[in-house]
């Protein structure tokens, strides 16, 4: 315990007023000297004397006791500190420095690890964290152990509430380069089938030229040649709707720390503008009607629908003005706009020489090309004006036999169609019979529903880039009017479509991958009754190969830890799916070169230093207790400030103008004044 006494005041008026009064005295004296006062003197010191008393000055008499001063040391472990011997060389220093704060008992020592896995190094919150209850002249500085990549340092303008004086200590060799790519800019979503503009740069310690694979979805990568260190603009198709992933990689440098930000990727929703189905119905049914109605009573569907009334070969003796009917604009529908549907329906259509076989050849090309094609079979498809005997019949996935099966029968899901995303959820429901069966046989594709006798009733099928589907009866209106108990037609019709337009969640055979709480789900669907072997890739290239285990008809999933940022990749049989663990970019992988570029000017603001560690972190600075100058740091030492803080225990207060002998000082004054001035 220390005593110590302070001169303090206690004015009985305020400062403000004090001052007021004081400025008005001055004035007073001022004009009485200037008129010739003879007792100047004397008046002064009575102003003098009055002004003091109102101060109130009093002797303060104190116990103190010393408090330490406090300092923070803080180790990184981010993501970041865990290449090359980082971790060990910043270990080494933490112990070493803790050892030596640990010697001078004046100095209150908080030590705190950083958790790694977060996005970022944000070293400096944690400081403000760690020191929040300590009052600012008790911080006697802080030490910072990191590889000088710190996400969330302050600007250097605001150095009176920076916390100082800040010392880095650097861990890792700022001579090793890495290869590391990003992606500056990327939309929140895209329209399907258009393109989506993705801003990308690669940046190499020498330089030059970067090849970039970018894939969309898992699917195979295109090349392209950017320059390091430069943005550059890529155009993506967007082609699903929903989740769309980018992943863009370069291959490994000559120079690298790790190839986990080699690897970057960005999410696109995709957001199809509107649905165009172009349907063409043979001749008026019952059918045509349903399928229209179905198609109209969706907001997200352009409809363009032709009947065909009036065959060209049909004669009449009606004049044209008198029929209710258009010319089929042929040329305009599947010549020159044919690209522009999303989706073909011919309802009970034969050829009648309205489709030309030109055309017909056509819409097997728009097929491949990544069209889509709806066949709702009637009687005509059985007889040799079918659309089997076209040019069409080569992306066609069954041939009818020739054979037209009437009475009742129920469809029925087949083991595929158990299997299959678009009608294994119909299984167990019960569904009312039809009346008419095209009998066919398949000859590729899928047989999902089968009718009379196991024969297949409705097919679906890739073809190239596109996809074909073919319902082999026209009575599928009798579901929709209820007939026998009615059947699923609104919900299987918009399930076959939009597994048609290649949404992910109807895929056959797909493979997801979603990670959450540091653990990997993966779904696979598949038609086969076994799964393919299964292996997961890390941001760092491990490869890890859980188990599957049966969770359905068709179904599997398995489950696996996983830990650091980054992408992770998962593939079965030929299929492969993607997934971000934290953000798509995450920040602490955005540059990992050990660099005391980024502390340095907060360092120098607040007086501190920045040491560089070598290989085994055994040469930190020496630790010196300072005073209040600006320079808290040598070539090798660091300083702590001895802020000098004590609480008071006890005190004591002696007024130095006691009443009294001020009232009689003054009354003494003013008659010495009068006496001076009466002469």
């Known amino acids: 315990m220390n005593e110590a006494v302070r001169l303090t005041f206690e004015p009985f008026l305020g400062w403000p007023m004090i001052w007021l009064l004081a400025g008005v005295a001055v004035l007073a004296w001022a004009a009485y000297f200037f008129l010739r006062g003879r007792a100047w003197l004397t008046r002064a010191l009575g102003l003098v004397l009055l002004t003091l008393a109102l101060t109130n000055p009093a002797l303060v008499r104190e116990e103190r006791e010393p408090l330490p001063s406090v300092a923070a040391l803080i180790l990184d472990r981010s993501e970041s500190m865990q290449f090359g011997n980082r971790a060990a060389a910043a270990e080494a220093a933490y112990r070493a420095m803790q050892a030596r704060l640990a010697e001078d008992p004046s100095l209150e020592v908080r030590m705190l690890e950083t958790s790694p896995g977060d996005d970022g190094t944000y070293l400096y919150g944690a400081l403000e964290g760690l020191l929040a209850d300590v009052p600012r002249d008790r911080i006697a500085g802080a030490i910072l152990i990191t590889d000088g990549q710190v996400h969330d340092l302050p600007d250097t303008e605001q150095a009176a509430r920076l916390i100082g004086p800040l010392h880095g200590l650097i861990a890792g060799s700022d001579a090793l380069g890495d290869r590391r790519v990003q992606i500056v800019e990327t939309p929140n979503f895209g329209i399907v089938g258009e393109r989506a503009r993705l801003v990308v740069r690669a940046d190499d310690p020498r330089g030059g030229m970067i090849n970039l694979d970018i894939s969309l979805n898992g699917g195979r990568p295109e090349r392209v040649r950017v320059a390091s260190g430069e943005d550059t603009p890529i155009p993506i198709e967007i082609e699903r709707r929903g989740e769309n992933i980018v992943v863009i990689e370069a291959a490994p440098g000559p120079e690298e720390l790790t190839l986990a930000n080699n690897r970057t990727a960005a999410s696109i929703a995709g957001v199809r503008d509107r649905l165009r189905v172009l349907l063409v119905t043979g001749k008026p049914n019952q059918a045509g009607r349903v399928w229209r109605d179905l198609l109209k009573s969706d907001p997200s569907v352009d409809l363009v629908h032709f009947t065909i009334l009036r065959p060209p070969f049909k004669t009449d003796y009606a004049r044209p003005e008198e029929l209710a009917l258009i010319a089929f604009p042929t040329e305009e529908l599947f010549e020159e706009k044919l690209s522009d549907f999303d989706l073909i329906i011919f309802d009970q259509y034969e050829r009648q020489g309205v489709i030309t076989q030109a055309y017909l050849a056509n819409m097997a090309r728009y097929v491949a090309d990544g069209g889509a094609l709806l066949i709702v079979a009637g009687e005509q498809f059985a007889g040799p004006a079918s659309l089997a005997r076209s040019p069409l019949a080569s992306v066609l996935p069954a041939s ?139 941001p760092e290239g491990d490869i890890v190969q859980p188990a599957w285990r049966p969770a359905g008809p068709g179904a599997f999933e398995a489950e696996a830890p996983v830990a650091g940022l980054g992408i992770y990749r998962a593939r079965a049989g030929g299929l492969e799916a993607i997934a971000l663990k934290g953000p798509a970019n995450p920040r602490e992988y955005a540059n990992l070169e050990s660099t005391p570029d980024l502390i340095a000017p907060v360092a120098a603001a607040t007086g501190g230093g920045v040491f560089q560690l070598n290989a085994a972190g055994s040469n930190v600075p020496e630790v010196r207790r300072i005073g209040n100058q600006r320079n808290a740091a040598g070539a090798n030492w660091l300083g702590l400030r001895e802020r000098g803080a004590y609480a008071v225990r006890a005190s004591t207060s002696e007024a130095l103008m006691p009443g009294i002998l001020t009232v009689s000082a003054l009354i003494m004054l003013l008659l010495l004044a009068w006496r001076r001035e009466g002469r």
């Open 400 to 538: 009818p036999t020739g054979i037209i099966r009437t009475g009742d029968f129920i469809p029925a899901l087949t083991s595929a169609g158990r299997r299959h995303a678009v009608t294994a959820p119909l299984d167990g429901q019960r569904w009312g019979g039809w009346m008419r069966y095209i009998e066919a046989t398949a000859v590729g594709g899928d047989v999902l529903m089968s009718g009379p006798d196991g024969r297949p009733l409705l097919i679906v099928d890739r073809v190239s880039n596109g996809r074909v589907g073919m319902l082999m009866s026209d009575q599928i209106w009798l579901w929709a009017g209820g007939h026998d108990g009615g059947g699923p037609f609104a919900e299987l019709i918009r399930r076959i479509v939009h597994w048609m337009m290649k949404e992910p969640e109807l895929e056959e055979r797909r493979l997801s991958l979603a990670i959450e709480n540091d653990q990997a789900r993966i779904e696979l669907r598949t038609l086969l009754d076994t799964a393919p072997p299964l292996e997961i890739e890390t």
